[in-house]
């Protein structure tokens, strides 16, 4: 089913998804470098909005520099002409969509950084590749360190059981990540 209601929500277990012609209020986080997948080069962000933390892909070059400069002086932006893939459960911004700085202040400040905003493991599949994120967890079952051999070199590799009051996951830690879990 492609989105294309306008300007309405709905709310899953406390996800809201948004859909075209919406508008979107929100701080921009985490901003990647220019990936190319071949046929299209995009960057991928957090956008913070008052309920939650959703990952925006952008396809559109000339986006790219009003998103970095709100994410550098913390400013809020408006983001109009988005699309939401259900798939990938993100914002998608092209060429027709539209980034302002936002006239009015938002209702909500935004993070000093990603790097402190606590996630769980449930929603750790709303984070973007190469975002940093603080994972509160009990570890329990460590394995043993083992060099792996890669293509650039060797990694360490550990797999750890991290629980939490009703749920538990097994969990790979490779390179220095593998090292401070065993300490």
């Known amino acids: 089913m492609k989105n294309s209601v306008i300007g309405t929500r709905t709310v899953i277990s406390h996800i809201v998804l948004y859909n075209i012609g919406e508008e979107l209020s929100c701080y921009v986080h985490g901003?990647?470098?220019t990936k190319n997948t071949g046929s299209s080069k995009y960057v991928t962000c957090q956008?913070?909005?008052e309920n939650q933390m959703i990952k925006a892909t952008c396809f559109s070059p000339d986006k790219i520099a009003p998103l970095r400069n709100a994410m550098n002086d913390k400013s809020p932006v408006k983001i109009k002409k988005f699309e939401y893939n259900d798939k990938f459960k993100n914002i998608v911004i092209k060429n027709n969509t539209t980034v302002s700085l936002s006239q009015e202040p938002l209702p909500f400040k935004p993070l000093d950084s990603l790097e402190?905003?606590?996630v769980t493991i449930e929603s750790l599949k709303m984070t973007s590749p190469q975002q940093l994120v603080n994972l509160k967890a009990t570890v329990k079952g460590l394995s043993g360190s083992k060099a792996v051999k890669v293509e650039r070199g060797n990694l360490t590799k550990s797999t750890a059981t991290l629980c939490r009051p009703n749920r538990a996951h097994k969990s790979c830690f490779l390179g220095g990540m593998g090292?401070?879990?065993?300490k």
């Open 31 to 33: 901003l990647t470098a």
């Open 47 to 49: 956008l913070q909005t």
């Open 116 to 118: 402190t905003h606590m």
């Open 179 to 182: 090292g401070l879990c065993s």
